[in-house]
C-alpha cells in the first residue's frame, strides 16, 4: 500500500546507498522497491536506479536520484531521539564515521549532505518540562556541546 504521506528525499545519484546505510544504522527502517528509469532522464540514463522506497525509524521515505541541481541544508533534518549515551554515541558515530561532519548542538551531516540531530529523550524533557531554570540550564550546556553528552545534561537539570 502506497503511504498517504511520504518524504522525498533529493540525492545526487546514490539514494539506494544512502537507504541501505540508514536501514543498517537505525531502528526500524529497511530498503523497500528500488525503481529504475524507464528512459534517460536530465541526470541520467535508462535502467538507472532512480527512485527507492526506504523507511527511517518507521517513516516512510523515496529516495530520487535527480542529479547535483539541488542540495541539502539544515532546513530539513530527522530528528532522532535517543535513550541514553550508548545509543546517542552509535548513531552519532556510524553517521560521522561514514563520511559525515559534526555539527553543533546535537546536529550532524551524513556523507550525502543530509542532516541529523541525534537528540537525548533527556534534553527534549529538560527543555519542555516544567522547569524552566532547569531548562534554561540544559539549553546552555547543549551550546556548547556538538554530539550531546547526555551526563552533562543531567547534571545541567540538576544544577
Not at 22 to 48: I, L, M, W
Not at 89 to 115: F, H, P, Q, T, Y
Request: charged residues 25%; hydrophobic residues 40%.
Amino acid at each position: 500500500m502506497i503511504p498517504k504521506n511520504t518524504i522525498c528525499v533529493w540525492y545526487d545519484n546514490d539514494a539506494l546507498g544512502a537507504a541501505q546505510f540508514y536501514a543498517k544504522t537505525f531502528p526500524d527502517s529497511s530498503v523497500g522497491a528500488v525503481h529504475r528509469a524507464p528512459g534517460d532522464f536530465p541526470s541520467g540514463k535508462e535502467g538507472q536506479v532512480l527512485v527507492v522506497d526506504f523507511v527511517v525509524c518507521g517513516i516512510p521515505c523515496i529516495g530520487l536520484n535527480g542529479g547535483p541541481m539541488f542540495k541539502h541544508s539544515e532546513a530539513f533534518s530527522f530528528q532522532i531521539a535517543t535513550d541514553d549515551q550508548a545509543e546517542t554515541d552509535r548513531l552519532w558515530n556510524a553517521i560521522v564515521g561514514n563520511g559525515g561532519k559534526e555539527k553543533d548542538c546535537g546536529w550532524c551531516e551524513d556523507k550525502w549532505g543530509l542532516s541529523w540531530q541525534i537528540t537525548p529523550r533527556t534534553l527534549t524533557e529538560a527543555m519542555s518540562g516544567p522547569d524552566r531554570a532547569a531548562a534554561k540550564r540544559a539549553f546552555e550546556a547543549m551550546m556548547t556541546m556538538q554530539k550531546i553528552d547526555v551526563a552533562r545534561i543531567d547534571a545541567a537539570r540538576r544544577g
